[in-house]
T-cell receptor
Framework: AQSVAQPEDQVNVAEGNPLTVKCTYS??????LFWYVQYPNRGLQFLLK??????LVKGSYGFEAEFNKSQTSFHLKKPSALVSDSALYFC?????????????FGKGTTLSVSS | EAQVTQNPRYLITVTGKKLTVTCSQN?????MSWYRQDPGLGLRQIYY???????DKGDVPEGYKVSRKEKRNFPLILESPSPNQTSLYFC?????????????FGSGTQLSVL
């Protein structure tokens, strides 16, 4: 069965510092991996995805994520955090060979950036 | 503007009173889906639809119904709501349901069943 783990309920970082939001996954076969962000009272917005190719994926708002197959991880990173990055972040996975199946989401990590 | 529109945004109802949450997308997407979001559980898929008249169960379908009579609309129906269906609901769509496609989400419907 597919699963996603986000081990931290909350990540706190000061503005200007680098941030990392962790994600590990379990899937049969090759994974397709996604990060979404949810601002208060809003729907989820797509940030980036890993399908194949370069292990470092760049996405919206200066975020990037690194795919590590041996560690089955897909951590979200940003070199310099902004207060406006404060939100709820979801990692999600889908098996590459299972069209139409659900995108499996982690429980979410709240990112809090202080000024 | 390309978007997924859900209505209503907030809904308070009582146990057993049938309700419908509407979802519409203007992007001509084939694939549509419903998720519920609960604290500490993330998002879980309720139902999905690969095309008109084609629907299938997700991970938590009990107590819900859907229909897909038109490509743009995918309503979620609770025939007899119960308090354990109190949740935040999201509709989502993607062009073809491909495994590498990103989902476009609506703004959500906060449902409270008393």
């Amino acid at each position: 069965a597919q699963s996603v783990a986000q081990p931290e309920d909350q990540v706190n970082v000061a503005e200007g510092n680098p941030l990392t939001v962790k994600c590990t996954y379990s899937v049969s076969g090759n994974p397709y991996l996604f990060w979404y962000v949810q601002y208060p009272n809003r729907g989820l917005q797509f940030l980036l995805k890993y399908i194949t190719g370069d292990n470092l994926v760049k996405g919206s708002y200066g975020f990037e994520a690194e795919f590590n197959k041996s560690q089955t991880s897909f951590h979200l990173k940003k070199p310099s955090a902004l207060v406006s990055d404060s939100a709820l972040y979801f990692c999600a996975v889908r098996a590459a060979n299972q069209a139409g199946t659900a995108l499996i989401f982690g429980k979410g990590t709240t990112l809090s950036v202080s000024s | 503007e390309a978007q997924v529109t859900q209505n209503p945004r907030y809904l308070i109802t009582v146990t057993g009173k049938k309700l419908t949450v509407t979802c519409s997308q203007n992007m001509n997407h084939e694939y549509m889906s419903w998720y519920r979001q609960d604290p500490g559980l993330g998002l879980r898929q309720i139902y999905y639809s690969m095309n008109v008249e084609v629907t299938d169960k997700g991970d938590v379908p009990e107590g819900y119904k859907v229909s897909r009579k038109e490509k743009r609309n995918f309503p979620l129906i609770l025939e007899s709501p119960s308090p354990n269906q109190t949740s935040l609901y999201f509709c989502a769509s993607s062009p073809n349901g491909g495994t590498n496609e990103k989902l476009f989400f609506g703004s959500g419907t906060q449902l409270s069943v008393l």
